[in-house]
T-cell receptor
């Protein structure tokens, strides 16, 4: 039981490049989330998926898209990376009331 | 807009002391309250949840909730250097989608 896994752990992109962050959970949870965490800003919700087949915007969705591929997997795509998207990205899933976080992806956009 | 406020710290306490971390929230309909611990470079880990007024104890940790005053606190007794981390407070309304609102966290340093 690996919990929530994320790939990659680290990534450096140039401005304008695209990439997809992958997230998977093996706990059979319905709801999954993508957050970003910046120094002094706390955790901010980008997108979430309450159940398979649904996705909704969070607090800071601009510049991102998501896909809930199946119950296990929830990916986050940056179509044209910008320096403002330099951050640590966390995926999470929920078995109410407990929220489980993945190890994070540290993304730098130059 | 829901707001969750925490003192960013750092809060520095000596080993063996009680560390007291506080959190206030703006939304009166918030019903579920959580404390997460986040070590530097790691992901948040849920350590306490509380849903009703009063105290909830789990080992060295005690969560205290006062809905009338809209605050929730976390006490760490017999603080250890391994407790040094950032502590995030999160609140959520009852029902609906599970969308917690997080505070920005309080940095705790426990020095030997």
């Amino acid at each position: 039981n690996a919990g929530v896994t994320q790939t990659p752990k680290f990534q450096v992109l140039k401005t304008g490049q695209s990439m997809t962050l992958q997230c998977a959970q093996d706990m059979n949870h319905n709801s999954m989330y993508w957050y970003r965490q910046d120094p002094g800003m706390g955790l901010r919700l980008i997108y979430y998926s309450a159940s398979e087949g649904t996705t909704d915007k969070g607090e800071v969705p601009n510049g991102y898209n998501v896909s809930r591929l199946n119950k296990r997997e929830f990916s986050l795509r940056l179509e044209s990376a910008a320096p403002s998207q330099t951050s640590v990205y966390f995926c999470a899933s929920i078995e109410s009331p407990e929220q489980y976080f993945g190890p994070g992806t540290r993304l730098t956009v130059t | 807009q829901k707001e969750v406020e925490q003192n960013s710290g750092p809060l520095s306490v000596p080993e063996g002391a009680i560390a007291s971390l506080n959190c206030t929230y703006s939304d009166r309909v918030s019903q579920s309250f959580f404390w997460y611990r986040q070590y530097s470079g790691k992901s948040p880990e849920l350590i306490m949840s509380i849903y009703s007024n009063g105290d909830k104890e789990d080992g060295r940790f005690t969560a205290q909730l006062n809905k009338a005053s809209q605050y929730v606190s976390l006490l760490i007794r017999d603080s250890q250097p391994s407790d040094s981390a950032t502590y995030l407070c999160a609140v959520k309304e009852t029902g609906g989608s599970y969308i917690p609102t997080f505070g920005r966290g309080t940095s705790l340093i426990v020095h030997p």
